[in-house]
């Protein structure tokens, strides 16, 4: 029993929801429908404003254009009085004048149609002007015909196009080869004078080497070698003046005769670097050899004795 009551209300409480969706859902279209006659309405008010504004316009332009016209009518008008009144007799004379002549073009080309031959002078003229036209006209067209482009005439221009073609390459091509010869120049060039400047290096090395080794040997070795060089100079002196056979013989030390001549013989001492590269004898007087020489032995005897 209580069990059929609870489905009879749920059944009731089913039917009133159903009910309540119905009603909500018709409330709303019609809300809608509302609103969107609304718009119509709306979108109708503003096109009804529209078109009165375009009507309005529009008879605007009509009222300016017909009062255009009016004003242009009017000065016209007022043109063609002024015209009129400023109108002499021989501007009528010459406007008669023109019209005589159109009067009587007219007839002639009215006995032409109906082959009379009537041509004036000008007329004659105007003809041998358009016949002289037509010939030149032909000659024309027969030039252009002879000059039309045909198959011989394309592989001639071919082949002149690949002569120049052919020049052109060549052209640069030789430019290239002198640009390449320029640069093999310039390289040897720039060898040659790095070479110089390692010769140059080398021998300041050599020279400072020699420089050194020569600070490194005792006073008394070098005395002893200057005096062998000195005792083996004096005798290829005195074998080189037996040989050519003159009266010089060898000089006895401190005489005038042999400062003299040491004054003015110079010696080799070594080998100078010059600025092409090349190697150059280093030579000094004899006379100032000798001196830095005796300097040295003294040096070298007082050395031993202390």
Known sequence: MDHGKRNLSKCKHTKSTQKDSESKGKKLFIEERRLIIEEMKERRKCLIEYLASYEKMEKTLQEGVRLMNERIKERK???????????????????????????????????????????????????????????????????DKLNEITPEKRSEERQKGLKSKNERNASIESEVARDTQRNDVKNR?????????????????????????????????????????????????????????????????????ETKD?????????????????????????????????????????????
């Open 77 to 143: 008008e007022r043109l063609e009085g002024h015209i009129s009144h400023q109108c002499t007799d021989q501007v009528k004379q010459e406007a008669d004048k023109l019209r005589q002549q159109n009067i009587t073009k007219d007839k002639e080309f009215k006995d032409q149609k109906e082959g009379i031959p009537n041509i004036s002078p000008d007329r004659a003229k105007m003809k041998l002007e358009l016949e002289e036209w037509k010939r030149q006209k032909k000659a024309k067209e027969d030039e």
């Open 262 to 306: 040491n004054e003015t013989s110079e010696v080799r001492v070594g080998y100078n670097l010059s600025e092409d590269g090349k190697l150059q004898d280093l030579v000094v007087p004899v006379a100032e050899k000798e001196k830095e020489e005796t300097a040295r032995n003294e040096k070298t005897s007082q050395q031993g004795k202390d």
């Open 189 to 257: 060039e720039k060898q040659r004078q790095d070479e110089q400047i390692k010769t140059k290096v080398s021998a300041d090395k050599n020279k400072e080497d020699a420089k050194s080794e020569k600070d490194d040997i005792p006073d008394s070795k070098i005395s002893d070698k200057s005096k062998e060089s000195d005792d083996k100079k004096e005798k290829e002196t005195t074998d080189e003046n037996n040989k050519k056979g003159t009266s010089k013989s060898v000089r006895l030390a401190g005489t005038e005769d």
